[in-house]
């Protein structure tokens, strides 16, 4: 059974730092592209950024190019999102992915709320 | 970055009925290297996380029903509901993955009537 669950979301005050993750099981992490997607409140999906399966490429979107950094740990089966200098735009439902090549993003996991207010 | 647009925004749809939406992209989805059009359609029920329904432009995501089919090239889009059903409420994405970064469209919100 394929599960992906992410944690580390909460509140937290413009300009900080927090990190989030995704632990997942009942598929090969190792060989798995992964992504962060987020979704404002009452908005729309937005893709954040996405690690290649030996973490050797990783690519974001402009809003967050030099705050945030994505990395896995294949030993524990876990995907991080490192979010630096936290705006209130960046206030969103954080999903991890799973993106199986042909298939798209085949596997998502339950969301995780970062607030960031003052 | 590839804009997506879709149309219509709402759709109230009545049980029985076909549906579709359009998804639009501003440059080709066309991989000319592999051949492969990387247009996805997902779907966001209320209250959950979104789910995969259709990958690159026609094929179906695992365990959906056979209603859904999605067709279209280069720069245009068709997702369509045979026949609606009133557990398809939700919210459908459509989303490129040709290049980074991915962009989604901005979601039509299917309602029965």
């Known amino acids: 059974q394929v599960q992906l669950v992410e944690s580390g979301g909460g509140v937290v005050q413009p300009g900080r730092s927090l990190r989030l993750s995704c632990a997942v099981s009942?598929?090969?992490?190792?060989?798995?592209?992964m992504h962060w997607v987020r979704q404002a409140p009452g908005k729309g999906l937005e893709w954040v950024a996405g690690i290649w399966d030996d973490g050797s490429k990783k690519h974001y979107v402009d809003a967050v190019k030099g705050r945030f950094t994505i990395s896995r740990d294949i030993s524990k089966n876990t995907l991080y999102l490192h979010m630096n200098s936290l705006r209130v735009e960046d206030t969103a439902v954080y999903y991890c992915?799973?993106?199986?090549?042909?298939?798209?993003?085949?596997?998502w996991g339950q969301g995780t709320l970062v607030t960031v207010s003052s | 970055d590839i804009v997506m647009t879709q149309t219509p925004l709402s759709l109230p749809v009545t049980p029985g009925e076909p549906a579709s939406i359009s998804c639009r992209s501003s440059q080709s989805l066309l991989d000319s290297g592999d051949g492969t059009t990387y247009l996805d359609w997902y779907v966001q029920k209320p209250g959950q996380s979104p789910q995969p329904l259709i990958y690159t432009v026609s094929f179906g995501a695992s365990g959906v029903p056979d209603r859904f089919s999605g067709s279209g090239s280069g720069t245009a889009f068709t997702l369509k509901i045979s026949r609606v059903e009133a557990e398809d409420v939700g919210i459908y994405y459509c989303m490129q993955r040709k290049e980074f970064p991915f962009t989604f469209g901005p979601g039509t919100k299917v309602e029965i009537k």
């Open positions: 992915a799973r993106e199986g090549h042909v298939v798209g993003l085949d596997y």
């Open positions: 009942g598929f090969t992490f190792s060989t798995s592209d």
